[in-house]
């Protein structure tokens, strides 16, 4: 099926082979006919019926809008099939344009039911009620104003609206209630609408990432839309084709630089202070042992001055030591902060973060990809709490003694992670080259660079692992296949 205007260049093409169905304006006649049924007269004074037709243009839809403003506006009256003017300038009462009626017709209703019609057109032509109520103030009677608004005529409910629950009954409705929102406020609503959706749909997500990308890039809140356009894009092309998913990378690619420069302004004093202030407090705890170790010593009644002189570097040793780990394992992450973006491209993970630091983990540097779900680790069994309490091996089916001291016991030092970890789980990335125990006889191997297990928490880690996963496993086939040619 296509849809054409009269003006369309090629659509004496188009009619030669098909049938065609004309949709046009209605002639005058059609439209006198519509305009005694929609107020339910016998007859139209000539004045009425020129100024309707002037302003519509026989558009049907315009036809009705401004016989609803006429009477909303008292311009004219309905009494026993009869109309009546009540108005001696009536085109003064009806505005030039079809967004100037919608609009009369919107600053008319009362401030709660354009709340709620505000809210809706953000979220789109089609949209539900249990979204809506996840954006609107819990005082707001969303039923009841949707029924307002359906009695309107400003949108139809859902038998009419065949998947959605409502409809908004024309675009142009949708349109002018959107471009009436204050900018501040239509971004706070696209990111409300799209953390509902997040919450609503947490369970099957990628049927919305289109979705979701479209509502944080309103936002402009870039770092979850450069996020959502890169799973979109990996998603259409595994669904159907690269070309088709060059518009998401594209706009990624716009998002991922957005991103930066919001990033580029300077942070205030306060949110600097509120940064460092934890990690300086954990930094002090290096400071307990070292002081009781101090205390012993100076009541310690041994002669032995080389006795005290080794005991003493052992301890401050130990100290240092215990300094290091901690500044490596838990400040340097915090004092980084947790990235900003997660992109997966063809053949590697890019991790991002706010100030443009870009760390590349490329598929030839990984050995192996699991996800960690947090909640079924707690439902494990108790004997397998105690034998892993980290939560290290994935299938315990095929746990041996060998697998459990190379797993467990050699691996009591958590991954590397990327800023703070998901209450719903983490992806765990083990590097070809990297260090386990090593890392806890040389702290400052505690890096990405260095160490062999790395853990990144994106949004949504489930999908995103499924996508990574796709991805590694069609690099590792094409790196074979690449490999036995070249034999």
């Not at 057109?121 to 707001?140: A, M, Q, T």
């Not at 954990?282 to 205390?295: E, H, N, T």
Request: with cysteine; hydrophobic share 45%.
């Amino acid at each position: 099926m296509l849809i054409y205007r009269d003006e369309y260049a090629h659509s004496r093409k188009i009619s030669e082979g098909a049938q065609v169905m004309d949709l046009n304006r209605l002639t005058r006649s059609e439209a006198l006919k519509l305009m005694k049924l929609r107020m339910d007269v016998d007859a139209v004074p000539q004045a009425i019926e020129d100024l309707i037709l002037s302003r519509s243009e026989g558009n049907p839809f315009f036809i009705q809008e401004i016989i609803k403003t006429m009477i909303d506006k008292r311009i004219i009256a309905i009494r026993r099939r009869r109309l009546e003017i009540l108005s001696d300038n009536i085109e003064a009462g009806v505005p030039e344009t079809i967004q100037g009626i919608i609009m009369a017709r919107i600053d008319r209703i009362q401030d709660s039911i354009k709340d709620v019609l505000f809210s809706a057109s953000v979220i789109g032509r089609e949209f539900s009620r249990p979204l809506l109520e996840h954006v609107i103030d819990k005082k707001n009677d969303v039923n009841g104003n949707l029924t307002e608004l359906k009695a309107l005529e400003l949108v139809l409910e859902k038998d009419e609206a065949h998947e959605a629950e409502y409809l908004f009954k024309h675009y142009l409705i949708q349109e002018v209630a959107y471009n009436t929102i204050l900018l501040n406020k239509r971004k706070e609503l696209h990111g409300a609408i799209a953390r509902a959706i997040e919450e609503l749909f947490a369970d099957r997500l990628m049927e919305f990432y289109e979705l979701l990308a479209f509502h944080y890039e309103k936002a402009e809140q870039w770092d979850k839309a450069a996020e959502y356009l890169s799973r979109s894009g990996h998603k259409v092309r595994q669904m159907y084709s690269q070309e088709e998913s060059k518009d998401f990378f594209e706009r990624k690619n716009v998002a991922v630089k957005k991103l930066y420069q919001s990033a580029s302004a300077k942070a205030s004093i306060g949110a600097t202070l509120l940064a460092i202030t934890p990690p300086l407090i954990m930094m002090l705890i290096p400071i307990l042992p070292i002081f009781a170790y101090i205390r012993i010593l100076g009541r310690s009644h041994s002669v032995d001055i080389v006795e005290q002189l080794i005991v003493g570097i052992i301890a401050s040793g130990l100290c240092v030591w215990y300094a290091i780990s901690l500044w490596y394992l838990g400040v340097v992450p915090f004092l980084r902060g947790r990235p900003k973006l997660y992109d997966l491209i063809e053949d590697q993970v890019r991790i991002i973060y706010r100030d443009g630091t870009t760390l590349s983990i490329h598929f030839s540097e990984i050995d192996q990809l699991s996800l960690v779900n947090n909640r079924l680790k707690s439902l494990r069994p108790l004997r397998y709490k105690i034998l892993d309490p980290f939560g290290r091996i994935n299938d315990y089916n095929l746990m041996t003694f060998r697998v459990w001291l190379k797993e467990v016991a050699l691996n009591i030092l958590p991954p590397y992670s990327f800023g703070f970890g998901s209450a719903q789980g983490e992806i765990l990335i083990r590097l070809i080259a990297g260090h386990r125990v090593m890392r806890m006889v040389v702290p400052w191997w505690n890096t990405p660079m260095k160490s062999a297990d790395l853990s990144i928490s994106p949004f949504d880690a489930r999908e995103f692992y499924a996508q990574l996963d796709v991805a590694f496993k069609k690099w590792r086939r094409q790196e074979k296949l690449e490999r036995e040619a070249a034999k």
